[in-house]
């Protein structure tokens, strides 16, 4: 039952939120009139909503106590439908019947939040690599993505090299870019090696802000041409399908190719990095050549994505690659679980899509979606879907002997 | 008589104007157990992370001499480089991979004997799938010699503390040394566990032919076990012999007791 106690502290916590929303809750300047509005009746649902959430809260961190560590419900239902032969097949064919038919199915503009949302999913996963496999915390990750937009929009237009061709030179400059910032360093790590990065963003950024005569500052690069598909002639609607097509392509090459990356002997060694750097290299790593594969197959995914967003959008300027868009990308890697592919896709999904379907909270927007991310972060501290490791079988015989 | 597998000639390590090493010398020959005592802080830690390369060590020379194989100067290697010539170590706090399996654990051990690079992880070729077919056999062959193959697909950090010291072991024999540097490899266990550490060190020596150097302060353990002891006292070598000569010898017993212990005698 509530106890006296419980029901004081819920009184306390009702009191600090009207002391916290007082300002913006409860006084409002009206500044035709002069007046100042006293809106008690704000104060009073905040006091009384308040203090009902405090018990659902508390009741809420009680049961995850209770249930003791984590246990991870949806890494088994994912296993057992990749498992389970007559579950697997419907539930991949449904999907992919969905993503097929998803530009017809919605409108373009839907279609192309998509795209976008597609290509969070490929820089996710390529950040995936270097943070949630190598454990290398990048906050520079956008200057990856800057350099392969910037590759296309620029080769583009100097040489008019068209979408095809940029695609893996954006790929492979990017992968010389994470080699570039790799290499000083490779000393740091954690915090240190965060603040670095960050840096290497700015730096980045701020060329392509101040050089005028290299990148156009920052009224950015216009009219880059769309990707082609043997020269045929487009309206907007088809090559936005187009796009969310080829996107679809290279969001399952990445996958494909991640998750080989993944269960391979280089794999191994970044996560081996990543738990106790003195002991991988004890182990006989080379943590020079570890970490810096780790950077630049990260880089390459994140030149590439750069590639088709010049692409798509056929203007970039600057104020496309901050900072916050490395913190989203990082969030998307984090909130979805470190390391696992299926919750990087799911976590890119969410963090893209549910600020566009917010809107519907309009001004509260980015509140909701902040207090979601505090949730989130407190109930399932390992991300969405978190990272299972490989079991591997073996015969009956073997485990006798 | 053959060149010893791991001789160490005038090894000095400095830290700013602390000398934790201090010319020290020292031989193992093959097949050989080793240990090396001393009190707290006499660089003995320090002597192991000259050796495997964690440190540059500031004088002296490091050589070894793997079987059938010349000897050769390894100052200055990398960890990795060191391990690559065939020497393995553990550490004094356990430091496994804790978020991968066991099997994963010793897979990460035969890293350096195996070759794939990126290109073979993505098109996973005959050569690159069969050597990862040959790497789970073997990795699980070492954990069913270690008789931990009940755990082989459990999370490292879940298992009991025992079990994990022995995968430490495990990984390390995964990189195919001749000569296994373990640093306390009893700390925390309870007799028991003391006990078949003991047989398992032998074990490792006689059917693996690994020789072995070992760091440990469990003085039981060490008499039963090594065939030479050497101590260290201010990263000195004050003392070398069989586990009878040095259980004799004052200038050990006043290393561990202090100087007050010539009064009572």
């Known amino acids: ?401 | 008589m053959t060149a010893p597998v791991l001789a160490v000639k005038k090894l000095s390590m400095t830290f700013g104007g602390l000398q934790a090493i201090n010319r020290l010398d020292m031989d193992i020959h093959a097949g050989e157990i080793v240990a090396l005592i001393g009190p707290n802080g006499a660089g003995k830690t320090t002597f192991f992370n000259c050796v495997t390369g964690i440190y540059t060590p500031t004088e002296g020379d490091i050589l070894i001499t793997p079987p059938q194989k010349k000897t050769q100067r390894i100052n200055g290697l990398k960890p990795n480089q060191v391990t690559e010539r065939g020497m393995a170590r553990t550490f004094q706090n356990v430091r496994l991979f804790q978020n991968m399996t066991v099997l994963e654990n010793v897979m990460i051990g035969r890293h350096c004997r195996l070759s794939a690079g990126i290109a073979g992880a993505i098109f996973r070729g005959r050569s690159t799938r069969m050597e990862e077919e040959q790497v789970v056999k073997d990795s699980y062959a070492i954990l069913e010699k270690l008789t931990l193959t009940k755990f082989v697909n459990e999370l490292a950090a879940n298992l009991p503390y025992g079990a994990q010291r022995r995968l430490e072991i495990a990984r390390a024999m995964a990189t195919e040394p001749f000569l296994l540097l373990l640093d306390e490899p009893a700390a925390g266990m309870n007799p028991q566990e003391t006990k078949e550490l003991d047989d398992l060190i032998v074990w490792i020596r006689d059917t693996e032919n690994i020789s072995i150097l070992l760091i440990e302060h469990d003085m039981k353990l060490v008499m039963s076990l090594s065939d030479r002891i050497f101590v260290m006292d201010y990263g000195k070598k004050i003392a070398q012999g069989t586990p009878e000569e040095i259980k004799s010898n004052p200038v050990v017993i006043k290393a561990y007791l202090g100087e007050e212990f010539d009064a009572f005698t």
């Open chain 1, 1 to 401: 039952m509530v106890s006296l106690a419980e029901i004081k502290k819920s009184f306390l916590i009702a009191i600090w939120f009207i002391f916290l929303t007082f300002p913006i809750m409860v006084i409002r300047v009206n500044t035709v009139h002069n007046l100042i509005e006293w809106r008690w009746r704000n104060m009073i649902l905040v006091g009384i909503g308040s203090f009902i959430l405090s018990f659902f809260w508390r009741h809420l961190f009680k049961k995850k106590e209770r249930k003791g560590p984590e246990k991870p419900k949806i890494p088994a239902l994912v296993k057992r439908i990749s498992d389970d032969r007559r579950l697997f097949l419907p539930v991949i064919t449904g999907i992919a019947s969905f993503i097929v038919l998803f530009p017809f199915l919605f409108s373009m503009y839907q279609t192309n939040i998509m795209v976008s949302a597609l290509i969070y999913v490929m820089l996710g996963l390529g950040l995936n690599i270097v943070v949630g496999l190598a454990g290398l915390l990048d906050l520079g990750y956008v200057a990856f993505y800057a350099v392969g937009a910037y590759a296309y929009a620029l080769l583009n237009y100097h040489f008019g090299i068209g979408f095809w061709f940029a695609l893996p030179i954006g790929g492979l400059l990017g992968a010389m870019f994470g080699i570039l910032l790799g290499y000083p360093v490779l000393r740091l790590r954690g915090d240190y090696l965060a603040i670095v990065t960050l840096g290497f963003g700015e730096i980045i950024r701020l060329i392509l802000e101040n050089w005028n005569d290299f990148s156009f500052g920052p009224s950015g690069i216009a009219n880059i041409p769309r990707p082609s598909l043997f020269g045929l002639e487009m309206s907007i609607e088809t090559h936005t399908i187009y796009i969310y097509f080829l996107m679809i392509c290279l969001v399952l090459f990445t996958i494909f190719v991640v998750n080989r990356l993944q269960n391979s002997r280089i794999g191994r060694a970044w996560i081996a990095l990543r738990e106790d750097e003195i002991a991988c290299q004890a182990m006989g790593i080379d943590k020079t050549k570890t970490k810096l594969t780790a950077f630049a197959l990260g880089a390459t995914w994140a030149g590439m994505g750069g590639v088709v967003f010049a692409a798509k959008t056929t203007f970039i300027n600057p104020v496309s690659f901050t900072i916050w868009e490395s913190i989203i990308i990082l969030c998307i890697v984090v909130l979805g679980g470190m390391g696992s592919i299926i919750g990087v896709i799911s976590g890119a999904l969410v963090l893209i899509l549910l600020p566009e379907y917010l809107r519907a909270f309009s001004e509260y927007r980015m509140l909701v979606f902040g207090t979601m991310l505090v949730v989130m972060m407190l109930f399932r501290p390992g991300g969405l879907i978190p990272d299972v490791r490989k079991a591997y079988q073996f015969k009956k015989r073997n485990m006798e002997s």
